[in-house]
């Protein structure tokens, strides 16, 4: 079994900065793809970044060039740095693990922007 715990959401202004982090822990072989998704209020949950093991990265339009997922590999964590945060990037972030053909998802981060 694999455990996720997330940390770093919080309250910030618009044009602030963030960094969520995800700490895998557990029966871990090979994490396959790492990455992050948000579902804001109302909303589906959408994917925000991806990295896989291989290091390839996938990022959605919204956040793209505004985002960055990056990996400790030795500490089994993957990092999501966000600037120019928008109010529209509200929503609780979740980080997401494939350890093939598991999927494990993160218990959430609240991140809010204010206007």
């Known amino acids: 079994q694999v455990q996720l715990v997330e940390s770093g959401g919080g309250l910030v202004q618009a044009g602030g900065s963030l960094r969520l982090s995800c700490a895998a822990s557990g029966s871990i072989f090979v994490i396959n793809s790492m990455g992050w998704y948000r579902q804001a209020p109302g909303k589906q949950r959408e994917l925000v970044a991806t990295?896989?093991?291989?290091?390839?990265?996938n990022y959605a339009d919204s956040v793209r060039g505004r985002f960055t997922i990056s990996r400790d590999n030795a500490k089994n964590t993957v990092y999501l740095q966000m600037n120019s945060l928008k109010p529209e990037d509200t929503a609780v972030y979740y980080c997401r693990i494939i350890e093939a053909p598991t999927i494990y998802w993160g218990q959430g981060t609240q991140v809010t922007v204010s206007s």
């Open positions: 990295l896989t093991s291989g290091g390839s990265t």
